[in-house]
């Protein structure tokens, strides 16, 4: 039975990268940073010899996203590709934010990806957006609208 949620977790290609989107754009700031080799983290990754590092993300209500850099064993699968939402294993996260209009208008200032300018719920009660961080992964906004 699960008692509590942890964290998400983010593996990217280049973690200093994806550290500089996740704290200017999205304010996260770093809780814990670390680096593991060793029988322990080949055993929970089931990668023989692995070396993963990652930092820990807290969000402003304490929600914690882990991004995972594999520096023994890269995968360019996916990477900086904007990655489809319906393809089998395809995840995103939803954060809610202030002005999505706002975050819109920052982040494809700045070259990132979104699907369309945030749309309006049909009932009137969310505006919502999908975007992509520098690894394609699915980010998902929402304002919530007040009646």
């Known amino acids: ?45 089931g990668i023989k010899d692995v070396t993963v590092e990652w930092i820990k993300l807290k969000t402003a209500d304490g929600f914690l996203v882990e991004l995972l850099q594999y520096h023994s064993h890269p995968s360019d699968q996916g990477a900086e590709k904007c990655i489809p939402s319906n393809r089998i294993c ?3 996260v939803a954060f809610t934010v202030q002005d999505v209009e706002i975050m819109h208008k920052r982040l494809t200032e700045n070259g990132y ?35």
């Not at 008692?3 to 770093?30: C, D, P």
């Not at 699907?115 to 049909?122: A, E, F, K, R």
């Not at 999908?130 to 906004?141: K, N, R, S, V």
Request: aromatic share 12%.
């Open 1 to 45: 039975m699960i008692k509590a949620t942890r964290h998400v977790g983010f593996v990217v290609k280049n973690l200093e990268r994806s550290l500089a989107f996740y704290e200017k754009y999205l304010q996260f700031k770093i809780w814990k940073r670390a680096v593991e080799t060793g029988k322990y983290i080949d055993n929970v990754v």
């Open 90 to 92: 395809s995840a995103h």
């Open 113 to 147: 990806y979104c699907n369309s300018v945030p749309q309006l719920s049909p009932d009137g009660n969310v505006k919502v957006m999908y975007c992509h961080d520098p690894d394609g992964i699915i980010l998902e906004f929402v304002e919530e609208i007040n009646k």
